[in-house]
């Protein structure tokens, strides 16, 4: 480890992974500082109680106990702390490719109206709903990129915007659930399609297809055919030579020098196993430890020139803290439908993201994923069956593989204050205040939820379902495994934290690369936009070093 | 809560409410065609969280426990002793709210804390201690395939 970089990039998830590739390939020299482990699939354990997605006694990729945060109904009223794996905690894993090592890998791009909201659909009172300041358009050469380098398997949904490219693997063979639901849907009139995943269906890039073990939510993949930044971005970043990867390194603070200029980053070690507290220079630093984490680090990077931290001049930073509401319903049917294999999810409507009379925004609607039989345990029964006793054992048995889920992740409608701020009280082990989350998503995001999970109970019961059951959620604060919003983007440096590029606005040399940019979270899991993103800005960071040429790909045709 | 259960027992699957839990735990899941919870392991998973990391939870537990055995007298003899049609009915009390002492918490939610812990070990992965013989995948049919070579 040298003591200088071009770019420093903090987390190597989604959009941290993608920032390394681009800049190293442009010849920039890159460290890559991750808090968490590199870990293989034998290190990332598979234990059904303790893990990403059902962390009911702890998980099982990152981080650890240390990194406590503080959860609170108002932003200075009082507190409670929270272990990462505790509910309200908001966790994402951390390790090396972050979320992407165990994530289920929905791989959606959003559609032309979720970068438009505001416009389309005016702006609710007392909500945070804007515009963002690019479009689909714009996005789509990097969408169609990540696709193609990462590995995306799907088919076209005809309400999505227009693609240069087909998917470069076609979807899994249709499960039953994928065909009772799509035969409902074609007496219902609505438009469905394969839910498109960063999961190999054949060999692509060196590695085998999914191994179907169903697995995927939670879980690293036991045949490395699931695509995360550390299986194909990272391996390429590090084989340009230009790329150093420091992992058990917690950054702890964005440095600056006397004119107020950043110049690097400080830093707690633990790779070589005794602690180091180090300062590292750099040209330029990119956070992209998801929108939680990078709030937090730039709000507590104070000093006389930014005395309420970095990019913080109009109280912005940590604000709009977005996720998703989950909104659907469960439906038991007389039959199996469920064939064992993974990953399970195949089908999806997009009628209802956009265009419904009455409702800001809307959401997309699929099947699930094989759910692991705990989870099936704690939130698939139906409210009026037994939990003990024969009727409870017997309902188990005879339909763990009948019951079918229909949901999917609400666009929320942001509010200002659900909001990323630093702990008064708390300090982690490293000397940083910790991140209190406060606030929830704005109140007519529930009406949405609410209009959703109708939507479903109607694709459910067109199937043939002989019960159907589920509430649509409360009123909460949104986050978790999806994050966003907390540095959203802007051409006004009043009304965002970011221009268009990701760069902080008031600084030449600092940048955000994750979710934390998003204005909005659009309907859809948010991984493909992060990577796309950050893509396109990491790009534009490459060109402010007048490197070597562009890594964007020639157009296809 | 009780004052005689007041501290955190290190070692629950000592004590003496310990069969009581495992008999509860065997009505929560009966044996049928299929194994009962205790059959299956579910109690060695609950003997591993309730002095790990759910230890704060196994005061609430054992009082809860005590008191069924309270209220088992009243039926003839402890929860142990009474037949499976005696010890579903004070379930049964328990799941309406009916059973007399000083709950801790209500013990409806007592009962669900306990099918939940149940549940857990005859559903959840072999590793937990419970499952054993990936009895509980194999009544549901359930089978992780290539993900499952680690147990």
Excluded at chain 1, 283 to 306: Q, T, Y
Excluded at chain 2, 50 to 56: F, P, Q, Y
Excluded at chain 2, 84 to 93: F, I, K
Aim: glycine share 12%; charged share 20%.
């Amino acid at each position: 480890m040298v003591k200088s970089y071009d770019v420093i990039v903090v987390g190597s998830g989604a959009g941290g992974g993608v920032a390394a590739w681009v800049l190293s390939v442009e010849g920039l020299r890159v460290l890559l500082i991750e808090r968490g482990w590199q870990r293989t699939y034998a290190d990332v354990p598979v234990d059904h109680l303790r893990n990403e997605r059902l962390p009911v006694y702890g998980h099982n990729a990152g981080p650890d106990d240390r990194h406590v945060r503080v959860i609170a109904s108002k932003v200075d009223g009082p507190g409670t702390s929270v272990l990462p794996h505790q509910p309200g905690y908001h966790n994402n894993a951390a390790a090396v490719g972050g979320g992407t090592l165990v994530y289920g890998a929905q791989a959606w791009r959003f559609m032309p109206q979720d970068f438009r909201m505001a416009t389309t659909y005016g702006v609710p009172a007392g909500s945070s709903l804007a515009d963002w300041p690019i479009g689909y358009d714009e996005l789509e050469p990097y969408y169609s990129s990540i696709e193609q380098e990462m590995g995306v398997s799907g088919e076209v949904h005809e309400l999505h915007g227009e693609r240069q490219r087909s998917y470069p693997m076609s979807p899994f063979e249709p499960n039953p659930q994928r065909k009772v639901l799509e035969a409902a849907a074609r007496r219902l009139g609505w438009p469905v399609a394969a839910v498109p995943l960063l999961i190999n269906t054949r060999t692509f890039n060196g590695r085998p297809a999914c191994g179907r073990c169903g697995m995927c939510v939670g879980f690293a993949c036991p045949t490395d055919g699931k695509n995360g930044t550390q299986n194909t971005l990272l391996p390429r970043a590090l084989s340009t030579g230009h790329c150093t990867l420091l992992t058990r390194t917690v950054v702890t603070g964005i440095e600056t020098d006397a004119r107020g200029d950043v110049c690097g980053v400080s830093v707690y070690s633990e790779r070589t196993g005794s602690p180091i507290r180090t300062s590292i220079k750099a040209s330029a630093v990119v956070l992209a430890g998801g929108a939680i984490e990078s709030a937090r680090l730039l709000l507590a990077s104070r000093s006389k020139h930014h005395p309420l931290g970095l990019g913080n001049r109009f109280d912005l930073v940590g604000r709009n803290l977005q996720g998703h509401c989950y909104s659907g319903a469960f439906g038991l049917f007389s039959e199996d439908l469920h064939d064992g294999l993974g990953p399970g999810v195949s089908i999806a409507t997009c009628k209802f993201n956009h265009g419904n009379d009455g409702i800001v925004g809307g959401g997309m609607l699929a099947n699930e994923f094989i759910p692991l039989p705990s989870t099936f345990w704690h939130r698939n029964f139906p409210p009026d069956v037994s939990r003990w006793g024969e009727p409870a054992k017997r309902f188990m048995r005879d339909n763990y593989r009948r019951v079918m889920q229909v949901h999917g992740p609400v666009h929320d409608i942001p509010s200002p204050d659900a909001r990323v701020t630093l702990d008064p009280n708390i300090v982690d082990p490293f000397g940083t205040p910790v991140a209190r989350l406060s606030g929830t998503t704005h109140p007519a995001t529930i009406d949405v939820a609410r209009f959703m999970h109708e939507r479903a109970v109607e694709w459910l019961t067109a199937a043939g379902a002989v019960k159907v059951w589920g509430q649509p959620p409360g009123l909460h604060l949104t986050g978790g495994q999806h994050q966003a919003g907390t540095c959203r983007m802007g051409a006004d440096p009043q009304t965002s934290v970011t221009d268009p590029f990701g760069r902080v606005h008031g600084h030449d040399n600092l940048f955000v690369m994750d979710g934390g940019v998003h204005v909005t979270n659009g309907g859809f899991n948010p991984v493909l936009t992060i990577l796309a993103t950050a893509m396109r800005s990491a790009e534009h960071l490459g060109e402010q070093f007048n490197a070597r040429p562009k890594t964007r790909p020639a157009r296809a045709g | 809560m009780g004052s005689t259960m007041a501290k955190l027992n290190p070692n629950p699957a000592a004590s003496p409410q310990w069969p009581t839990l495992r008999a509860v735990f065997d009505r929560i899941i009966p044996r049928d065609e299929h194994p009962s919870a205790c059959d299956a392991g579910a109690d060695r998973h609950a003997a591993n969280v309730l002095s790990g990391e759910a230890a704060d939870r196994w005061p609430t537990i054992q009082t809860g426990l005590a008191l069924l055995d309270e209220a088992a007298i009243s039926l003839g003899g402890v929860f142990v002793n009474l037949p499976e049609s005696s010890q579903d009915r004070l379930l049964t009390m328990a799941e309406n709210g009916n059973l007399p002492g000083n709950w801790p918490i209500p013990p409806s939610r007592w009962l669900r804390m306990m099918c939940d812990l149940t549940a857990e070990g005859y559903f959840g992965d072999p590793g937990t201690g419970g499952n054993i013989d990936r009895a509980g995948w194999r009544m549901i049919g359930y089978d992780p395939g290539v993900g499952g070579s680690r147990w």
